[in-house]
């Protein structure tokens, strides 16, 4: 069984890093075919995605957050990471990785993991 | 705000059939993946693609689109199925993926 689980810290101070991991479990990162995602919804709104990366590595970012978002792989421990700088109140949000099967990470998203509320807060 | 535009709220008595629909120019050129989100959890993928299901979804979800306004129709719809929906694709120009602002549906 295929899960995902988003851990890292769920208060951040202004100005700082938001960083956040993804640990897959059932299925290798490495095996291809998939693209990983963090999408991210603020408190009663709807959902934004951040952006994805794939096993090689390669990445593709949200315009609106290209500049202060990384996105990075890590096929030894099967995580992948998101990276969020100089964050502000408007950054809090639950934050989702998930698992894109379209071909081109057109966004099919079949898998999701639980979310984590992160709170930007002096 | 958001490339895909969809009625913030839509209701059904229950047991019938309902439709929720998604716009978007870029919807003449991709295809739409649709989810539920309940209250509290993640959302789940319900549909897409040219009407795919995920196992585990009941076949009274489907997808069709209408010209270029991709729905998702409930053909019986049950009290469960009461939550938000949110349709996604491509942006216009292709380059990146853009939620529709949800539909809350309500089951009376």
């Known amino acids: 069984q295929v899960q995902l689980q988003e851990s890292g810290p769920g208060l951040v101070k202004p100005s700082q890093t938001l960083s956040l991991s993804c640990t897959v479990s059932?299925?290798?990162?490495?095996?291809?075919?998939?693209?990983w995602s963090w999408i991210r919804q603020h408190p009663g709104k709807g959902l934004e995605w951040i952006g994805y990366t794939y096993y090689s590595g390669s990445t593709y970012y949200n315009p609106s957050l290209k500049s202060r978002v990384t996105i990075s792989i890590d096929t030894s421990t099967n995580q992948f990471s998101l990276n969020l700088n100089s964050v502000t109140a408007a950054d809090t949000a639950v934050y989702y990785c998930?698992?894109?099967?379209?071909?081109?990470?057109?966004?099919?998203?079949?898998?999701w993991g639980r979310g984590t509320l992160v709170t930007v807060s002096s | 705000s958001s490339e895909l535009t969809q009625d913030p709220a839509v209701s059904v008595a229950l047991g019938q059939t309902v439709r929720i629909t998604c716009q978007g120019d870029s919807l003449r050129n991709y295809y739409i993946s649709w989810y539920q989100q309940k209250p509290g959890q993640a959302p789940v993928l319900v549909n897409y693609g040219e009407n795919n299901r995920p196992s585990g979804i009941p076949d009274r979800f489907s997808g069709s689109s209408s010209g270029n306004t991709p729905s998702l129709t409930i053909t019986g719809a049950q009290a469960e199925d009461e939550a938000d929906y949110y349709c996604s694709s491509r942006d216009s120009s292709g380059n990146y993926v853009v939620f529709g602002g949800g539909t809350k549906l309500t089951v009376l």
């Open positions: 998930a698992r894109d099967i379209s071909v081109a990470g057109t966004g099919n998203f079949d898998l």
């Open positions: 059932g299925v290798s990162i490495s095996s291809g075919g998939y693209h």
